[in-house]
């Protein structure tokens, strides 16, 4: 079993849909937490990151936590073409290394 | 450009051959990471420096990958003896030390070995 689990999608949704993405791990010493989005043929970008349980938002992202069910999502509002790529879940280990997700390829349609 | 350089972009090889990729990472970043990422994958994590130093490799790093930062500044990745399976996107990646707000990647080169 991966540390990270993600659905690989893809994902396709209408313009102007709410978009929900989301990851589990397993290992409960995870702190923080990320979301990157990649286009094709280029690195990947950070949108957001948490750390422990909780909410966070950003303009039309928004980021949450739960630990205790190991569980974070993205959520997406008012989604444009221009947020097709594919989004990258992301945990932070002590050592300061990134685990990743397989990643969501997600496509919206104009 | 202040971001994390990667070069080359595209690399074809023949199986075999050995191939170098550079990284310069952002200049005020102490640390430095490799990862790898093959289609429909996530990076997988190869190694890191702290300045000069590597202080962790991956499993998946085979004897054939070698890895170095000299002076804690650009850091190199080669591969000898290229196999078709070596054929990914090779990801670098900085941060300052000890953040938790991620890293800052490269736009990756992509090896393909024939």
């Known amino acids: 079993q991966k540390e990270v689990e993600q659905d690989p999608g893809p994902l396709s949704v209408p313009e102007g849909a709410i978009v929900s993405l989301n990851c589990t791990y397993s290992n409960s010493a995870f702190q923080y937490f990320m979301w990157y989005r990649q286009y094709s043929r280029k690195g990947p970008e950070l949108l957001m990151y948490?750390?422990?349980?909780g909410n966070k938002e950003d303009g039309r992202f928004t980021a949450q936590v739960d630990k205790s069910s190991k569980y974070i999502s993205l959520f997406i509002r008012d989604s444009q073409p221009s947020d097709s790529a594919t989004y990258l879940c992301a945990m932070m280990d002590s050592s300061y290394k990134l685990i990743f997700g397989s990643g969501t390829r997600l496509l919206v349609r104009p | 450009d202040t971001g994390v350089s990667q070069d080359p972009r595209h690399k074809i090889t023949k199986r075999g051959q050995n191939v170098t990729f550079r990284c310069d990472p952002i200049?005020?970043?102490?640390?430095l990471y490799w990862y790898r990422q093959t289609l429909g994958q996530g990076p997988e994590f190869l190694t890191y420096f702290q300045n000069e130093a590597q202080l962790e490799k991956s499993r998946l790093l085979s004897d054939r990958f070698s890895a170095e930062r000299p002076k804690g500044s650009f850091s190199t990745l080669e591969i000898q003896r290229t196999e078709q399976g070596d054929s990914a996107m090779y990801l670098c990646a900085s941060s300052v030390d000890r953040v938790h707000y991620g890293y800052t990647f490269g736009s990756g080169t992509r090896l393909t070995v024939v």
């Open positions: 200049s005020e970043h102490n640390r």
């Open positions: 948490t750390y422990s349980s």
